[in-house]
């Protein structure tokens, strides 16, 4: 074995988005791509000697060649160790586990969450710092300028190892640790739940159906629900991790999720239905014929998160994108707690958890989460629904009927518009950000608008800045506009249109969502000219 240093020159457009490097899997593929942004990683974090990185993937085609590329550029740059889970596999809350619990100095994880995979789908990298989450934007631009000067990089040329037979190999002088993926984060879900309670839930008749979308998760779900909990052998579908995650397109949300829906509205259904993404961070709840909004989902167990014996203390605080619902602002007020606003993009929670300032957070791309890690978690929130079922001896129905009834139903929408020309997408957006110093006062729809801004975001913790974020349109009754551009996308751009109506009578809070929604929706395209300036005379996705 020796280690080469390999001449190359910049590529252009290595630039993370929301939560990592995210491109198509041919140009991932292309000699010196993954190569050049792994050295740019490394040249940023500095003098790596004697430190442990975590690795792993969500399965996807080129996750295990990819492996093998990151350890022998690893083993060239002085690294002690690196831990990597068994066969490549290795979910995003579960790879902050590993990172917290073994003291690891960061991660690299290779995954375009919930993007479709395969060889024409989409791959990614990200790299998480050593609290877990994922890198701050400090750190990510400082690894984008290194990406436009970079001149060569540094990798062993070493034989590939068995990433397949847990055990321990070297290459150079770093030890290669195989682990099971599952195990450290079983555990960790064992303290925080009523495992006790949830068995005795399977154990007298429950019914669930999880499905995996052929993703991470399908391990961990295995594991845990028919494993350590009893639940019937099938209660997991589409378990085992695919590279093409068997054609799924594995964001888990009632469109993408079609098989899981159709299921959970048959008279025979099963109890309880859930799903997780690609990269196992994401969830979707579904009662029968009852899907959860994330936004309900998020404040539905923040208001009874002392059923589980991991929260029995109490919340700290609530942490929320900015285009998630204010559902949960009305729990934080109940209890007593701060909510707190941020950008879209889980980096943004991790100095309020660090800081103990929030202990639930949550998106409403399907992203929920805690303190016990710093990325949100598809798993966990499935097993935290599990416990307060099984402490109540509700429907999921009943649970959220009754919080509509106790807090106000905020009704939610999210149209997506995907894949439309950038530079349309970006003209759009402008000409709103011309139109928002006159819109304060005006009637949009029977609406009267109280402010219009582009969000932008000072962390209260360490007084870093984000703007831009999206904007705002807030109106009287307390209904909401918000339109931003998704940064988790490869192809064009993708426009995202949030639609938010409070309704405090419960004697209203059972109208077709789309229907409450109508006047907003007819409303952003009248003021922010959607049909006219993308093209579409509807969205691609409705969630």
Known sequence: MAIQTIATQPIAGQKPG????????????????????????????????????????????????????ILKMAAAHGYASVLVGQGGILSTPAASCVIRKRGAAGGLILSASHNPGGADGDFGIKYNIAAG???????????????????????????????DTIGVAQIEGMRVEVFDPVADYAELMSRLFDFDAIRKLFAGGFTMRFDGMSAVSGPYAHA??????????????????????????????????????????????PDFGAASDGDGDRNMIVGRKFDVTPSDSLAVLAANATVAPGYRAGLKGIARSMPTSRAADKVAQALGIPCHETPTGWKYFGTLLDADMATLCGEESYGTGSSHVREKDGVWAVLFW?????????????????HWARFGRHYYSRHDYEGI?????????????????????????????????????????????????????????????????????????????????????????????????????????????????????SPSVIT
């Open 133 to 163: 989450g994922p890198a701050p934007e400090s750190v990510t631009d400082a690894i984008y300028s290194r990406t436009e000067s970079i001149t060569q990089y540094r990798i062993s040329d070493a034989q590939d190892i068995n990433i």
């Open 386 to 402: 599990l416990n307060l079922l099984a402490a109540t001896g509700k429907s999921v129905e009943d649970i959220v009927t009754a």
């Open 18 to 69: 929301t939560s990592g490097l995210r491109k198509k899997t041919a140009v991932f593929s292309q000699p010196y791509y993954l190569e050049n942004f792994v050295q740019s990683v490394f040249d940023t974090l500095g003098d790596c000697t004697g430190k442990t990185l975590v690795l792993g993937g969500d399965g996807r085609y080129h996750n295990r060649k990819a492996i093998q590329t």
């Open 224 to 269: 845990i629900l028919e494993g350590m909990l009893g639940a019937p052998k099938g209660t997991v579908i589409n378990g085992t991790p695919l590279e093409d995650f068997g054609g799924h397109h594995p964001d888990p949300n009632p469109v993408n999720a079609a098989q899981l829906i159709a299921l959970m509205a048959q008279p025979d259904a």
């Open 421 to 537: 020309d950038a530079a349309a997408a970006n003209l759009l957006m402008n000409d709103l950000r011309v139109k928002l110093p006159a819109l304060k006062g005006q009637n949009l729809n029977g609406h009267t608008v109280e402010l219009a801004d582009d969000f932008s975001y000072t962390d209260p913790v360490d007084g870093s800045t984000a703007a831009k974020q999206g904007i705002r349109i807030v109106m009287a009754d307390g209904s909401r506009i918000v339109l931003r551009l998704s940064g988790t996308g490869t192809e064009g751009a993708t426009l995202r249109v949030y639609f938010e109506l409070y309704e405090p009578d419960p004697a209203q809070q059972r109208r077709p969502v789309q229907q409450a929604l109508a006047s907003l929706i007819a409303a952003a395209d009248s003021v922010a000219a959607i049909s006219l300036q993308t093209g579409r005379s």
